[in-house]
């Protein structure tokens, strides 16, 4: 028998995917008279008596058509100023809300914005992302600040199709990202910020605090791990180790989540009861099972604060906050209904949370696992049975749910895995397996009750234990990150076969009797699905670099500028980055330019990675006689035969995808596929 209050989340999950996929914004007015209709439905549905298909197919409607108003109006709730792109160098004053984690270019911080050079009230971001010099300290959250850098804002997808940093960017308010040019400076005299931003800054203090006693007391090594297990500040894990989690499937250890919430609330909550339990008076006299869920519901809320509250980590605590309030109001705490309900809660709150790759896995994670939960036999217990018998029976079943749990959780997440990220980890179940009880049973709740005890100046021994753990785990990733093939890079399938995937996998999980299987195709559309043909080219949405494929490797001809773009485009073609020589054996490369020498089997593309008009002047003619494709990063006139992408085309399109077609070279750009949208500008 199926239930179908448990497709409610996924209804509604769908309007609002359809909204952001929309390639227009649609008018405020829609929102809400499409939340008009939704009520319509709902009340034709409690008025009228319908037969039950009907029923269930006018309830789904009404909640997809609710999740597309939802996400208008979080849209325009969270609608705010952005950064204008090639503003220069400019004067940035205002206060360190957080420390952000870590990119590629140097440590990172979150500032609210008091003033920017050249940009009205008006026009100024309420949040700016700002990276600073390697050899900068950081300043603590709650500081005034002032820097001089650029300002842009949040950049476009790397390649058309790819994940979309402007419209994450967009949702948690950040409007600029930039970097700084000259070293932070203090504010003397500033006016008071606003009570609320005043709050956050003191939490983020304290966090901040809190993380770098952690790596003070346990070295960078395994603090640097445990401040971002605690806090959610990753600004000292190295990034080695970074690799090895990644490499070896454990990568989301480092991100505060589900596991993380379930390990701190079910330490809490079994804590509870084991101290009740030892108190016979209390024993007898209340509900153990209901005081600890309600330390456990608090220990979670507090972790969540401890955390800074990133978005993971709120949709994680909604769904332990959910089981926990199931088991205050007589309900089971682990069932595809509390999961419902927790899913529903969180895309109310989040709607542009279906699309991100966070939630997906999770949920789909989450799902199966409850359902294996609910299909695992419960055989009867044995009576009289010595203890040894008990004891290996234990073993034996705790390694069977085990094995079970992470293979079905790596079954379910595999193929967001794929289609986000482009790896798969070969040893990623071994991993799991390995340090589960690690994390479980010992590093986790040391590291709870380590930060508990730490301002108290007495959180050397349980962070001692944390710190064994993590070294330990450390060690497998190292281990296991290092065997042959540990990770390996798939091409992106056709978007159509995430969601068709997504609704596989649901559609096996919520789903019940021999019709569930009818989902397995969908659920493996994503692995079996045929990868479409390679572009031939890729050039950044700036005109900065350019990447040729060269069979299965991506030769890159500016290797120094947008690395991680050149490397995630080549991730999502299934392509590996051409060894060093690649570039110098088949082009001719300065500075500011590249082109294939004579006699190369690569495409004849040729790149001016300039915007200075007397070097582009003297380049392009030489470049035009010869070459398919001529790229200039700056202002150009068109050649005569050849296809020429100019700044012109950059700032209208993005980034772009070459093909070699029989007709000529066929361009695919990013700004086609994203459409108009409030986050959707052009660089």
Request: net charge positive; proline share 8%.
């Amino acid at each position: 028998m199926q239930s179908w209050t448990l497709w409610s989340p996924v209804a509604f999950g769908a309007g609002a995917a359809l909204y952001l996929a929309l390639p227009r914004e649609p008018v405020a007015i829609v929102a809400y008279g499409m939340l008009a209709l939704a009520a319509a439905l709902f009340w034709g549905v409690r008025r009228f008596a319908l037969g039950r298909a009907a029923t269930v197919a006018l309830v789904l409607v009404a909640f997809a058509v609710a999740g597309f108003s939802a996400a208008k109006l979080r849209t325009q709730a969270v609608r705010a100023p952005v950064a204008p792109a090639g503003g220069g160098v400019r004067l940035i004053e205002g206060f360190v809300v957080d420390i952000a984690s870590p990119g590629q270019g140097g440590p990172r911080v979150l500032l609210a914005p008091i003033r920017i050079s050249g940009l009205a009230p008006a026009e100024t971001p309420i949040r700016v992302r700002v990276t600073l010099r390697d050899d900068e300290t950081l300043p603590a959250p709650g500081k005034a600040v002032a820097l001089k850098g650029m300002v842009n804002a949040p950049p476009p997808p790397a390649s058309p199709g790819s994940y979309d940093f402007a419209r994450d960017a967009f949702f948690d308010g950040v409007g600029g990202v930039g970097f700084a040019l000259t070293p932070v400076e203090r504010l003397a005299q500033v006016e008071h910020p606003p009570w609320r931003l005043a709050l956050e800054m003191k939490v983020n203090a304290v966090r901040w605090a809190l993380a770098k006693r952690i790596v003070a007391e346990m070295g960078v090594e395994s603090g640097g791990l445990a401040a971002a297990m605690v806090t959610g500040h990753e600004a000292f894990v190295p990034q080695e180790q970074v690799d090895d989690l990644r490499a070896s499937g454990l990568a989301h250890i480092i991100s505060i989540s589900g596991l993380h919430m379930a390990i701190v609330g079910g330490f809490a909550f079994a804590a509870t009861r084991l101290l009740i339990a030892a108190w016979p008076w209390a024993a007898l006299r209340i509900s153990s099972k209901k005081v600890a869920a309600a330390v456990g519901l608090a220990a979670v809320v507090a972790y969540l604060i401890v955390s800074g509250a990133p978005s993971p980590a709120e949709r994680a605590a909604i769904t332990a906050g959910a089981a926990f309030l199931a088991i205050l109001v007589d309900r089971r705490a682990i069932s595809l209904h509390t999961l419902a309900i927790a899913a529903l809660a969180i895309l109310a709150l989040q709607p542009e949370a279906v699309t991100q790759p966070g939630f997906q896995m999770s949920f789909a994670a989450t799902a199966a696992l409850v359902a294996l939960a609910e299909a695992w036999p419960r055989p009867p217990k044995e009576i009289n049975t010595p203890w040894p018998i008990r004891a290996i029976q234990a073993v034996g079943v705790w390694l069977a749910a085990s094995i079970g749990a992470s293979f079905v959780a790596g079954l379910a997440t595999g193929p967001f895995a794929m289609q986000h990220f482009n790896r798969v980890s070969t040893f990623g179940l071994v991993a799991n397996l390995l340090t589960a009880p690690i994390s479980s049973f010992l590093m986790m709740p040391a590291l709870a009750v380590g930060a508990v005890l730490a301002p108290l100046g007495l959180g050397g021994p349980p962070l001692a234990a944390a710190g064994l753990a993590i070294d330990t785990m450390n060690m497998i990733a190292s281990w296991v990150a290092r065997l042959p093939n540990s990770q390996i890079i798939y091409a992106s399938a056709p978007a159509w076969t995430l969601p068709a995937a997504f609704v596989g996998v649901l559609w096996l999980c919520l789903w019940r009797g021999p019709l569930r299987w009818i989902g397995l195709p969908l659920a493996l559309s994503v692995w079996l699905c045929p990868r479409p043909p390679a572009p031939d080219a890729w050039i950044a949405a700036d005109g900065s670099s350019v990447a040729v494929r060269r069979g299965q490797t991506a030769v890159l001809l500016r290797p120094d500028a947008k690395l991680f773009a050149a490397e995630l485009w080549a991730r999502r073609r299934g392509l590996t980055p051409a060894a060093a020589d690649a570039r110098e054996s088949a082009y001719d490369c300065d500075r500011w330019s590249c082109a294939p020498r004579k006699g190369s089997e690569d495409p004849r593309i040729a790149a001016i990675f300039t915007r200075r008009a007397s070097t582009i002047d003297k380049k392009q003619p030489l470049f035009c006689k010869w070459a398919e494709v001529v790229v200039v990063r700056g202002e150009a006139g068109a050649c005569p035969k050849a296809l020429t992408l100019t700044a012109a085309h950059f700032a209208r399109g993005g980034s772009a995808e070459l093909y070699r077609t029989a007709s000529g070279w066929k361009v695919v750009w990013a700004q086609d596929l994203r459409g108009q949208r409030p986050w959707s500008w052009s660089p």
